[in-house]
């Protein structure tokens, strides 16, 4: 994959069989080494088991922000409340939010331009990620220095490799749709 500045990716998923706290950080980390390229990003705040008592101001603060996108037109109100809250990478605060609730929600998406960049779906279990070397190379080091082994990512296949088109085509019909 070639990101919209010429850069080769590289797609990573999560391996199988992760303690809870190493999926965390992989999430989070992965979040913090790519903030700066991610544009566009939505959150679920929903959740398949109970929030974390730790998460629970983020939860809230997530509704907060999609009652906000209704109070100022962007979103409408027949919306599910809690379904692709809008998330500014940029806000130290809502930023927060989504590394907080991205290792437990059922959707979680980080987009550069048309590529999908992160991916964190089904309460924490399933990740996609793609990065530069750069950002694999910061990555990588981030986990190692939280104890997590290099081996929680693993390439993604090439035949595995359609979801970031498919992807792509599912969030051109979603902002149609807005």
């Known amino acids: 994959m070639i990101n919209e500045q010429g850069s080769p990716r590289s797609e990573f998923v999560l391996a199988d069989g992760l303690s809870l706290a190493d999926v965390q950080h992989v999430h989070r980390e992965a979040l913090r080494v790519l903030r700066s390229a991610i544009d566009a990003a939505h959150l679920d705040a929903y959740s398949d088991e109970a929030w974390p008592p730790a998460v629970l101001s983020s939860y809230e603060c997530a509704l907060s922000l999609a009652r906000e996108e209704i109070a ?3 979103r409408s109100q027949r919306d599910d409340l809690g379904m692709g809250i809008d998330i ?3 806000d130290d605060k ?4 989504l590394a907080d609730l991205a290792p437990y929600t059922i959707n979680a998406e980080g987009w ?3 590529c999908l960049i992160f991916s964190a779906n089904d309460t924490g279990t399933s990740l996609s ?3 530069t070397q750069e950002q694999e190379a910061a990555l990588l080091s981030r986990l190692d220095a939280r104890g997590v082994s290099s081996t929680a990512l693993v390439p993604l296949q090439p035949q595995r490799r359609r979801w970031g088109a498919l992807m792509a085509r599912m969030r051109g019909a979603r902002r149609s749709a807005r």
């Open 94 to 97: 809502q930023f927060g939010v």
């Open 72 to 74: 100022s037109g962007t």
């Open 88 to 90: 500014d990478v940029r």
């Open 129 to 131: 990620i793609a990065v």
């Open 112 to 114: 550069q331009g048309d």
